[in-house]
């Protein structure tokens, strides 16, 4: 029985002080993996590289883009339309413009063009169009959802 104050005051001291549960409300984690779904939704170019060889480095390409090309929005329907806005900054001619575009596996098609998705994350994403300009060269764009 001599123990007993000592049980007791370790049983306070411990449900005082011990952990409590967390009693915010966990955010629901979005699945961000590459699918059509995911990938639906409208964006902006954010960045463009491009690298001369496979082995090259990639250069920041970004400032010689066109600047009425770089505020456009590309947005992709969940019906697989890819409709193309010219915004911002008028370009001559005007870009607006609609097509049609899929994704399989990490290949988007727009159109007639392809690219590989190198990168999402739901917020944004990157692509790697290869032979640009001369065989063996790629552009690389990265675009941030709106």
């Given at each position: 029985m001599k123990l007993l104050p000592?049980?007791?005051?370790?049983?306070?001291?411990?449900?005082?002080?011990?952990c409590k549960k967390d009693s915010t409300k966990k955010e629901d984690t979005k699945?961000?993996?590459l699918t059509e779904a995911n990938l639906a939704g409208?964006?902006?170019?954010g960045t463009v590289k491009y690298k001369a060889t496979a082995s090259a480095p990639a250069i920041d390409?970004?400032?010689?883009?066109?600047?009425?090309?770089?505020?456009?929005?590309?947005?992709?329907?969940?019906?697989?339309?890819?409709?193309?806005?010219?915004?911002?900054v008028k370009c001559d001619p005007a870009g607006d413009g609609t097509t049609t575009w899929s994704l399989n596996g990490k290949s988007l098609k727009a159109g007639s063009d392809s690219a590989t998705v190198t990168a999402f994350d739901c917020t944004q994403f990157t692509i790697s169009q290869p032979d640009f300009m001369v065989d063996g060269?790629?552009?690389i764009v990265t675009f941030q959802k709106q």
């Open positions: 000592y049980f007791v005051v370790v049983l306070i001291a411990t449900s005082l002080f011990s699945d961000c993996s409208t964006y902006k170019i390409a970004t400032s010689m883009t066109d600047a009425c090309s770089l505020d456009d929005l590309e947005t992709f329907k969940s019906d697989h339309t890819l409709v193309y806005t010219d915004a911002g060269d790629s552009l």
